[in-house]
Nanobody
Framework: QVQLVESGGGLVQPGGSLRLSCAAS????????MGWYRQAPGKQRELVAN???????NYADSVKGRFTISRDNAKNTVYLQMNSLKPEDTAVYFC??????????????WGQGIQVTVSS
């Protein structure tokens, strides 16, 4: 059974940095797109950044120049380096991965979510 396990969240002061990690496991044949979404209280879930297997990346305008997404295909892991954090980055961050399991079509899996709080 596929699982996505996130780590690295927490409380940080404005201007600080955090690095999120998300490791996928469980009968994986291949992973296409991996990414991060976030959801703040009272708001809809939004895309933060994603990265395809070949390395092409896509960012929300609000995080361009501050966040960097990367992945290690050998480890089935995606990272999100977050610098110059702002209070408006406070949200629950969700890992996403489009995964093919042998014998099944590609399916979008989600992590359980991890809290990031930016506050002084």
């Amino acid at each position: 059974q596929v699982q996505l396990v996130e780590s690295g969240g927490g409380l940080v002061q404005p201007g600080g940095s955090l690095r999120l990690s998300c490791a996928a496991s469980g009968g994986i044949f291949s992973i296409n797109v991996m990414g991060w979404y976030r959801q703040a209280p009272g708001k809809q879930r939004e895309l933060v950044a994603n990265i395809i297997r070949g390395g092409t990346t896509n960012y929300a305008d609000s995080v361009k120049g501050r966040f960097t997404i990367s992945r290690d295909n050998a480890k089935n892991t995606v990272y999100l380096q977050m610098n110059s954090l702002k209070p408006e980055d406070t949200a629950v961050y969700f890992c996403q991965a489009d995964i093919v399991v042998i014998g099944d079509p590609q399916y979008r899996y989600w992590g359980q979510g991890i809290q990031v709080t930016v506050s002084s």
